[in-house]
Each structure stands twice: as structure tokens, then as C-alpha cells.
């Protein structure tokens, strides 16, 4: 409890969380560690969009208006909703912190965001989160953990899969 109360702080002070997740891994192992860091992250990322939303709207506002990735975010966020909250989870081409706040300045409903989040960031905090934990068994054994690296190729599979899936659905949105 005390390791996903820091987590979802990290995330809202906009610090780096990806050496937590790295730490969740190695510490709490596979399993135990992509949950707490699955309800730490999801934790941060919807205090954090509340805090945009209804807390701070015109300074977060103003520190993310200058952001061209933010402005694209923006757009793309008005014409797809949840689709955009999946890919920009699933595909690592804004920053975490960024789309915490952003999200929050968009017309994107609240539970859209936390269940889209949610489910899309899984797949990434298993490859984090299982890495680090075979790493770790790794070295401390002295012998590589087959069966953790199967779990963390899976995972890289599923992400690309997801991304090509999204990318194409977003495609024919746009198309349409």
C-alpha cells in the first residue's frame, strides 16, 4: 500500500515513474508487481487528470498549451475519445505525465480515461515490471528465468499487435 501511495504521488509531482516501475519488479517480483504498479499508475494518472480538470485547469493549461504534442493530443482527443486514450497508453509517443494532465483538458469523459488507461497501460508495465524481475532472478540465481523471459516476449508480441490493431482502427476512423 505504502509503494502504490508513492507511486501515484511520483505521478502527480510529474517526476519520473519508470524507475519505480523497474524497483516494483524487482522487489515484489512478477505478478504482485505489475498489480501495484498497474494501481499506482492508474491511481496517479486519475489524480492527476482531476487535478488538470478541476484543480488547476488554467495553469496546467498554460504549461501544456505551448506542447505541439499536446495540441495534437488535443485534436485527436475531440475526434476519437477513447480510441486516443488506448494507442497514446499503448504506444509510447507522449509522455506519461503528459497525457495525466492532458487527458484532463480534453472533453474526454473521466471513466473512458480510467478504464482505457488502465487496460492499456497493463501490457507495458508487464514488460517493464517482468524484466526487471527476470533480470533480477537472473543474477541472483545465476541462471536466466525461461519461463519470465517467454512472459516478457509475449507481452512485447501483444503491445505490437495492440498498437497495429489501433493504428488501423484510428485509420479507418479518420477515413470515414
Request: glycine fraction near 6%; aromatic fraction near 12%.
Amino acid at each position: 500500500m505504502v509503494f502504490i501511495f508513492i507511486y501515484a504521488i511520483v505521478a502527480v509531482a510529474a517526476m519520473p515513474i519508470f524507475p519505480m516501475t523497474i524497483a516494483a519488479g524487482s522487489m515484489f517480483g512478477s505478478l504482485l508487481g505489475v498489480i501495484v504498479v498497474s494501481v499506482g499508475s492508474t491511481l496517479g494518472a486519475s489524480l492527476s487528470f482531476l487535478a488538470s480538470r478541476y484543480v488547476g485547469s488554467n495553469a496546467v493549461e498554460e504549461w501544456l498549451s505551448n506542447r505541439k504534442q499536446f495540441r495534437k493530443l488535443n485534436v485527436l482527443a475531440e475526434k476519437h475519445g477513447a480510441i486516443i486514450v488506448a494507442i497514446t497508453r499503448l504506444v509510447p509517443i507522449f509522455p506519461y505525465t503528459l497525457l495525466n494532465y492532458g487527458f484532463g483538458l480534453t472533453n474526454v469523459h473521466f471513466k473512458t480515461y480510467l478504464f482505457w488507461s488502465w487496460l492499456c497501460m497493463i501490457p507495458a508495465t508487464v514488460v517493464y515490471v517482468v524484466g526487471a524481475d527476470a533480470v533480477t532472478r537472473g543474477l541472483a540465481e545465476k541462471r536466466i528465468p525461461w519461463v519470465l523471459v517467454g512472459v516478457f516476449i509475449i507481452a512485447i508480441i501483444l503491445i505490437t499487435f495492440l498498437v497495429r490493431h489501433t493504428r488501423a482502427v484510428l485509420k479507418m476512423k479518420e477515413e470515414e
